[in-house]
């Protein structure tokens, strides 16, 4: 991988991420007929956004002539739909939490190493959940009473870059906040978190920021806030709400963490940053996730960015089977143990009493 090295003590920019107004927004009958998805038209609506009621509940109409034009096509649709009835089945999503649940699928923002890829079926459109109401209270039946269940709301979207268009996590952190033995995770790459501070999450709620080295934030990850503006929103989470921040015990999701030629020193930068902006008591946890793709995401991804800075290239790599068989790519054992090594003696050097939740 050829990668310009940039001098990342350079003047940090704060860039929040600006917010994702979709060129159309599709509702279906059966979203309509939800109060939920009503309480969305109307928001969507207020922001001027254009919003066509569709005849049938099937999203048509989203292909181009290739991917690339596909892709365009679906990323700038927002549609409210409703959750199918098999999304009430839960599925257990190890190592982040016990169930993965949806608010939405599809994300607007351009990662160019997107877990998404290939793991949505049809264009990539943006699909808000109308239904959300049967949704939430479907959770209540996998509680475990007296031991915590978490589930995971963000393994398909990014649902606080979608907030403002509907409103659904902060319901949904209410909704947690008055839950049981019942805790509620999420990631993203925005910041726009002043919503979400003064909310009665009641400790039921572990948001997490997703971060990474300045020059994989800037240069691959299209949409989002920048590293300071992210750092900006934890340190706004992590605050106590008496101190006009959220109270929540947050989480740092380090990912995708990438070998690229100067990873020591981006990533050192980084944790050096992360710990000047948390440089108040709070509970934390990290995640720590190693780049790797399969055979399908890179060929999707490498249609959708054929300028693409990520290195793909599988004679760096090893390659793994995962529990359905299919293929993954990831960085060999000697690669893997260095970046490992690294990130565990970093952490422990400036966060010495924040677990390490996993490392994959
Ligand atoms: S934020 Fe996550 S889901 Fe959205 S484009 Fe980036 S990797 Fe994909």
Redesign the pocket.
Known sequence: MELVKENIAAVPQLRSAKRWMPKQVLITPAALDEPWGRQMYERVQALGLPVQELKQNRITGLRGEDERETYRKAKSTLAIVTAPPSALKLQPIPPSADYQFHLAEG?????Q????AGSLQGPPVIRAFANLPTILQNLTQYRRPGQPTTFEASCY??PL?IEHLTGSLVETIRFFGEQEDMHLRWVS?FDQVDGLLSLPHHGHTHPRI?LNADFISRRM?GG?ASLEARLAAIRKLALPQAAGGGGYKVGLVIAPIMAIPDWEEQYTHLLDRLAQTLDFPCAITFELISHRFTPGSKALLQEWYPNTLIDFDETNRSMKFNKFGGKKYVYDASTMGQLRSFFYAQLKARFPQAPILYWT
């Open positions: 994300c607007p923002a351009h990662c190493y997107c877990y998404l979207t990014d870059g790459k997703s990850e989002t």
